[in-house]
Structure formats: C-alpha cells, structure tokens
C-alpha cells in the first residue's frame, strides 16, 4: 500500500475510531482543531502527542505537507482537545531530533530516529490561563474601571433600600448573559473569549441565535446596571464610549476578521441575525 493511500485510510477510516480517545485520560491521542487556510472551513484531526515542558511535542510521521500541519502554520495558532482538557497552541516550531525523542516512549525513539521524521513543538496556553483571562478582562471592563471612576469622581451614592436598586436587575442579567457567552463560545464553538483560543467553529446556539454580539451586550448591561445603584452619570458616559469604541472594533475588525475566517456561513448568519438588536423569531437561526 501506498504512502498516499496508508494517509487516506488513516483520514477516513482510523482517525475518525481513534477521535473518542482523545478525551480520555490516558494515552497519546489528541483531536487538533484548526481551520482551513483556503475554505476557511472549521476541521478536526486525530494526532498523537506528548508533553513536553510548557507545550507538546508532534512527530510528523507523514511529514510537512499533511493539511493540519499547513492550516495552523497558516493560521499561527489551534487548539487541542487532550486527557478531556482544551489548550490553545501556538505556532508549531521546528526541534532537532535530540531535543524531541526524550519525550517519547523508549520504543517509540529508534522509529522515529531511523525514519528521519521531522518533529515540531507547540507551546500551550493552560486551561487555567484561559479562564483566567476570560475573567480579568470583563472585570476590568465592569468592574475595576467603574470603580476607579467612581473612586475618583466622589459622584458615588452606596446603594441602599430604594428604588434605585432596580440596578441590580440589569447588573444580573449581564452576568448570567456573559456566562451563557462563555459557555456557548467553550462547548459549541469549542474555544473560549479569548483571543489567542477563538472559536473554531461559527457559534449560532444559545443567545448568538437572537442577536450576533451578545457578550458585548452583557457588558454595557452590567455597567448600566452599576450606573444605576450608584447614581452615576459618569459611568452612563463610560458606558457610552465603551460602545461607541466596541462598535467601531466589530464593524472594522471582528466582522472582516470572521468573513474571512468562515466564509458564506458568515455571511448567511450577518444577513439573517442582526448586531445589536435581538430579534427572536425562530427564522432568524441559519440552517447548518
């Protein structure tokens, strides 16, 4: 059997059985996430790997011309599903042999050293990182800010018993908003808010079926809700610049970025899913 024909079989046949193994929590399998350089298509692929310091190291045992490997050189980047964990990988980066067969089995290393096969190591951002990030970066934007503007203004009342509590229900409706974001982002678009662990597939499930930036939305009800507890017209100017600056971000950035990234899938779901304001008809979610 050929080289080119033992690749397909193992494309079609083998790494579809071997893809439930890589959420288990042993042994070498891992599904690698990554998009097509030219369709802008969302794939999965069965590989092997194994860790190594701070990332993972890769045997490219059909060597450099195999579509994975092209798509994240192309992309800079991809995520691994691994012992039922997602990390987001850099870069792959060449390594000599000498530096790659210590992390391999002892049986596996005169194979790979006679076969001459070239070997690559992606650097991973852990699980914690992410949601580290996916923390720090909406509590910056509600929380420390607001109340550093608060602290510097003097403008704040602390909320008491009044009817200025009805603050809280806009405050809690974006908090419980964000959360459903995230985990739609995490187990449907298998990746997360951050930006080094995009999304690879197109998520149109949960809220983004009503309105295509519900996480933005989920903000400036939080800082809306804040201006209202504590009597501030300095967050209301707050939250309208944040508004003003993520509009431009989307319609400048983030919209091109994904016309490019998922093609017509995009496009059916621009046309049919507004930005800003939700629209719940059922009609509005795009057939897959």
């Avoid at 691994?82 to 067969?101: F, M, N």
């Amino acid at each position: 059997m050929s080289h080119n024909r033992i690749r397909t079989f193992n494309k079609h046949i083998t790494n579809p059985l071997l893809h439930t193994f890589a959420s288990c929590s042993r042994g070498p399998f891992a599904v690698i996430r990554h998009v097509g350089r030219r369709s802008g298509k969302p794939y999965e692929t069965t590989i092997m790997i194994w860790p190594m310091g701070d990332g993972f190291v890769i045997a490219l045992t059909y060597g450099e011309s195999v579509d994975w490997y092209r798509n994240i050189l192309a992309a800079g980047h991809c995520t691994l599903l691994w012992h039922g964990s997602v990390y987001a990988v850099g870069k792959p980066e060449p390594i000599d042999v000498e530096t790659a067969l210590p992390a391999f089995p002892l049986a596996f290393r005169p194979i790979l050293r006679r076969r001459g096969v070239p070997f690559v190591r992606v650097k991973s951002a852990a699980p914690e990182s992410v949601i580290i990030f996916t923390i720090l970066v909406p509590g910056t934007v509600v929380g420390i800010v607001p109340w550093l503007l608060l602290q510097w203004s003097g403008e704040a009342v602390m909320p008491s018993l009044s009817i200025w509590m009805v603050g809280l229900l806009p405050l809690l409706v974006g908090v419980v908003l964000y959360f459903w974001c995230a985990g739609a982002f995490t187990f449907i678009g298998k990746g997360t808010p951050a930006p080094f662990d995009a999304p690879v597939f197109l998520t149109r499930e949960g809220p983004y079926q009503w309105v295509r930036n519900p996480m933005y939305i989920a903000g400036f009800l939080m800082i809306s809700g804040e201006a209202i507890l504590f009597h501030s017209l300095l967050l209301v100017g707050y939250m309208l610049l944040i508004g003003v600056v993520v509009h431009l971000f989307v319609v400048l950035y983030e919209e091109p970025s994904l016309r490019r990234r998922f093609g017509e899938s995009y496009e059916a779901y621009l046309r049919t899913v507004p930005r800003w304001l939700p629209h719940f008809s059922p009609q509005t979610v795009p057939d897959r």
